[in-house]
């Protein structure tokens, strides 16, 4: 039969699937209801916000499909797998092509807070390609944590990231869309040298480290890098909130807007530094402080499909007769 198993996350699994009508291939995140006990908040927040989007370098939530024992989220296939990995994949990397990769993200971000939305967990595992070709866009996905600003436009559950999260958010301060710019930072930092701008294996440490903004542009790695490249990291790796920039000031830095990235190739000594701090790194553990939720890795989302799906699903979903009581007027399931 034919069946292809995606990726499983922290409570989720997600399978490909294809358009009958166009043969249009699809996602299908799977979740089974038993999983969101506790996580309720989680799962409709994460719908909340993504039936506001719609933007082409953020992946949107398409439909929804319920049984009596899992959710089903109807979601574009995003093929182009993660950020660093292409990066390291590739022969030839400038400073130029991170100025692009930071311009699309920071065009979503800064439409996310038009919209009033804080993203909370912006870092290179939500960040995909759309497709495996070397001129795909980047998409912004996985709003497991993203979080609608209130009436004060600020918020207070400590979550995110640990190498990637604001200041504020650690020292458990109120806090606003503020920090995904600092984030976005760090995020650029690390694509122009391969290596993040505060570890330790000690969490206290890096707390420290981040609490004080504690950073520095190292020799040999930063010595052929731009002095606009490095004012403009400085810029959204701003300590005090107040003064960091917006994603507006941000998309308006010569660094991004002008011409002042170079094109010279330094994909030897980011890879190599990729390679060596991005395997199976802390980096890539979420926490949430409160601990309500874990969060919902990798979403990939998306545009709208006709009224009848192949659905190539493995043997761990729903029965044969609860998927079509379920999906009988949309989907035929094809099993072993």
Not at 103 to 116: P, T
Not at 181 to 203: K, M, Q, R, T
Not at 226 to 247: N, Q, V, Y
């Amino acid at each position: 039969a034919n069946t292809d198993y995606w990726r499983k996350g922290a409570f989720s699994e997600v399978v490909m699937a294809r358009e009958k009508a166009t043969g249009k291939m699809v996602a299908i995140k799977c979740i089974p209801k038993k999983a969101l006990k506790g996580k309720e908040t989680s799962i409709e927040n994460e719908i909340a916000v993504l039936r506001k989007i719609k933007h082409e370098n953020i992946v949107a939530l398409e439909d929804i499909y319920e049984s009596s024992n899992h959710l089903y989220l109807i979601m574009q296939l995003v093929s182009g797998g993660e950020l660093f990995d292409r990066i390291v994949e590739k022969g030839f990397y400038t400073e130029m092509d991170a100025s692009r990769l930071i311009r699309q993200v920071l065009d979503a971000v800064n439409y996310l807070h038009s919209m009033g939305i804080v993203h909370r967990d912006l870092k290179p595992e939500n960040l995909l390609y759309f497709s495996p070709h070397d001129d795909s866009k980047i998409m912004i996905s996985d709003f497991g944590l993203s979080k609608m600003e209130g009436t004060g436009d600020v918020m207070a559950t400590a979550c995110g990231t640990p190498g990637y999260v604001a200041p504020e958010v650690l020292a458990q301060k109120p806090y606003s869309k503020a920090v995904d710019c600092w984030s976005i930072g760090v995020i650029a930092y690390i694509l122009l040298c391969g290596y993040p701008p505060f570890y330790d294996e000690n969490d206290s440490k890096l707390f420290e480290q981040i609490l004080k903004a504690d950073y520095e542009f190292d020799a040999p790695y930063w010595d052929d890098i731009s002095d606009s490249a490095k004012d403009f990291i400085g810029c959204l790796m701003e300590k005090d909130p107040e003064k960091r920039f917006t994603c507006d000031q941000a998309l308006e830095h010569p660094w991004i807007a002008g011409d002042t990235a170079l094109c010279k190739n330094i994909h030897e000594s980011v890879s190599r530094q990729m390679r060596k701090n991005f395997a199976k790194s802390k980096w890539r553990q979420a926490f949430n402080a409160t601990a309500v939720i874990r969060h919902m890795r990798r979403l990939q989302l998306g545009t709208s499909f006709g009224s009848s799906i192949s659905i190539l699903l493995a043997a761990h979903l729903p029965t044969k007769l609860e998927v079509r009581i379920l999906c009988c007027c949309c989907f035929s399931i094809t099993y072993d």
